[in-house]
């Protein structure tokens, strides 16, 4: 595997390779530091860093526009923004979580819902190409499923049968890998190994972004228990700022340990300063039922800031995903309604802004009641949305846009009298 990668540096200097297959790691350079398991592995390997490249040491936009450029993603199917670009270019997909259609690429594409990605790639091989499959990429691929699947612990629920299908043939064809305890501890321990990490670098150590329609939600593993986390000096300002850096709209933080009786603990931490927002997700994953979270709520220490015990070990970050997802669409469709653009342009709480579409609602409807006599087309009335204009087409109709656009104009009247400009 180490010859592999340095005759694949090589290549990449030289204009005399035609076709080289070449591992990427769709991290920077000085990134992998935040993950320690990998650099432990590696370490256990014997395969040196310098061997490796990273994303930010190869041009592929350069090499599509040259046309030199196919892509096999693997362990994920949706390419950034900033790569949309490179879409055309992919030309397959391995993945093991639920496809998102709407942004898969329009390629062939493998996904099986295993515990790990890396059993799907050593089916890949060894149904494919069972000669190329050294004793050190068997290693690689052994401990990444172990890891991955909570060392085939059938309690937890997260390796399959093909999980555990592949990791005995990986140990049958080489009897000498580790020990599964073994090389599982020694990788949990260096996984959960955060000391000496910023707030951000926990936070970006492993890290999935989603996004909808221009809202951005960061959803990060923290490796440690949610209270200690919580307690860490100047946390809620480093999270702001994580949060403007990167333009995020709201952080969701899945806080992961073991107990005393090596139990696995999960906590939820939703950080969002946007009420409407963290309301919305909150209350998303509250009364999610597929899967059901079994959410404990835990004292928070900021308004912005709500805290949950995971009753439910076995969601996962992946499984919590697709409800994060719904929850955005459900906060953009209320983003819709004349109450939430009326929070949206005058940035007051849900709350307010139904008070205000109410008394707005009731001054028209006031405003347009008939008198005894009924005649048959009424005045202008005083506060109509119609200025100076004869009701000749009969009653006029209270919609949403009309209501919203009166509220707008009763709130910055007030906003005018309550701050006269200095002249």
Known sequence: MEDYLQDCRAALQTSEAEDIFIPVLNIKRSELPLRGDNVFFLQEVKIAESALI?????DLLAL???????????DHHMLPKSDAALEEAVAEVLDHRPIEQKYC???????????????????????????TLDRQTAALLHGTIILDCVNMDAK?????????????????????LPKRKDIFD?????????????????????????????TKVAVSAVYMDLEAFLQRSGLLSDLSAFCQDHSYDALVAMAIFFNTHNEPVRQLAIFCPHEALRMTICGVLEQSTSPALKLTPIPSISAHL????????????????????EALSAYLDSMR???????????????????????????????????????????????????????????????????????????????????????
């Not at 990273?54 to 190869?58: A, S, V």
């Not at 949950?308 to 697709?322: D, H, I, M």
């Open 54 to 58: 990273f994303r930010d040491e190869i």
């Open 64 to 74: 599509h526009q040259a046309g030199q450029l196919t892509l096999i993603l693997v």
């Open 105 to 131: 690429p329009p390629c062939h594409v493998s996904v099986e819902l295993v515990g790990s990605c890396a059993t799907l790639v050593a089916e890949r091989i060894l149904q494919g190409a069972p000669e």
């Open 156 to 176: 937890i629920g997260k390796a399959t049968l093909k999980d555990n299908e592949y990791v005995e043939k990986l140990e049958a064809l080489f009897p000498d």
């Open 186 to 214: 020694s990788l949990q321990k260096a996984k959960f190994d955060v000391s000496g990490l910023t707030t951000e670098q926990m936070l970006r150590k492993d890290q999935k972004t989603i996004y909808r329609q221009g």
């Open 306 to 325: 709500q805290a949950y015990l995971q009753g439910n070990t076995q969601v996962s970050r992946k499984k919590l995903l697709p409800v994060l997802q």
């Open 337 to 423: 309604t004349p109450a939430g653009q009326l929070e949206a342009a005058l940035g007051m709480s849900r709350e307010q802004a139904d008070k205000e579409l109410d008394k707005a609602s009731n001054s028209l409807i006031a405003g347009l009641s008939q008198d005894d006599e009924d005649p048959p087309l009424p005045p202008t009335p005083m506060n109509s949305l119609v200025d100076e204009c004869p009701l000749d087409q009969g009653l006029p109709k209270l919609s949403a846009e009309a209501v919203f656009e009166k509220c707008s104009q009763i709130s910055l009247s007030q906003s005018t009298r309550a701050c006269p400009s200095n002249k």
